[in-house]
Each structure stands twice: as C-alpha cells, then as structure tokens.
C-alpha cells in the first residue's frame, strides 16, 4: 500500500521557520515530488517540486529565496525547509510523488493527508 506522510508543521511566528517532511512507504517514486498548500477559500496552489535525482529544484514566485526543497532518497523523504515565513504562508500543506510535472496538482498520482502551518503575525 503506497502511503506519503506528513510532519513538521504547526504553529510559528513571522520571521520563523518550520521544516515539512514528507515519508513515503510501500514504493520507492519516480517523477516529481511536489509541495502544495491550500489557505481556506482559496485552491491548492503550487509550491515547491523536486525530480527524483534532486537535480531539479522548482519554487512558485511566492516562496522562492525562502523555501528549499531537498530530499534524502535513502530514508525515501522529501523535506520543505521554510524560512522567513509569513501569515499569508498560512495554510495546510501537502506531499504529492508521482508526478508527470512540477506544477499542476492534476499532474500528480500520490497524495498526503496534509500538515497545518499557522504564522501569526
């Protein structure tokens, strides 16, 4: 059974910083991995994505110079470093693997169950 798991998330400051990990089991992913979050109201928008190599690293504009994507093939773990964070970094965050591209999350077959981050400002 293929499952991605979440963690990392929670409550921080403006200006602090939270690391998201994202575990898969049951198979190892070839594709993209991916990082999304949706605020309430508003649709699951892109934010990070990584290539199986990690030789391909992609941000949206709104997190680029304060996210870096990384993973660890050994431990089959994404990880989403975020620093300088701001409220409207508010949202829940998602894992997504098995993507055919970086950006759509139509494009992606796996997903997590999502991990809250709250900044308060």
């Known amino acids: 059974q293929v499952q991605l798991v979440e963690s990392g998330g929670g409550l921080v400051q403006a200006g602090g910083s939270l690391r998201l990990s994202c575990a898969a089991s049951g198979r190892t992913f070839n594709g993209y991995t991916g990082w999304f979050r949706q605020a309430p109201g508003k649709e699951r928008e892109f934010v990070a994505a990584?290539?199986?190599?990690?030789?391909?690293?992609y941000y949206s504009d709104s997190v680029k110079g304060r996210f870096t994507i990384s993973r660890d093939n050994a431990k089959n773990t994404v990880y989403l470093h975020m620093n300088t964070l701001k409220p409207e970094d508010t949202a829940v965050y998602y894992c997504a693997a098995g993507g055919s591209g970086p950006y759509r999350p139509s494009d992606y077959y796996y997903w997590g169950q999502g991990t809250q981050v709250t900044v308060s400002s």
């Open positions: 990584i290539t199986r190599s990690g030789g391909s690293t």
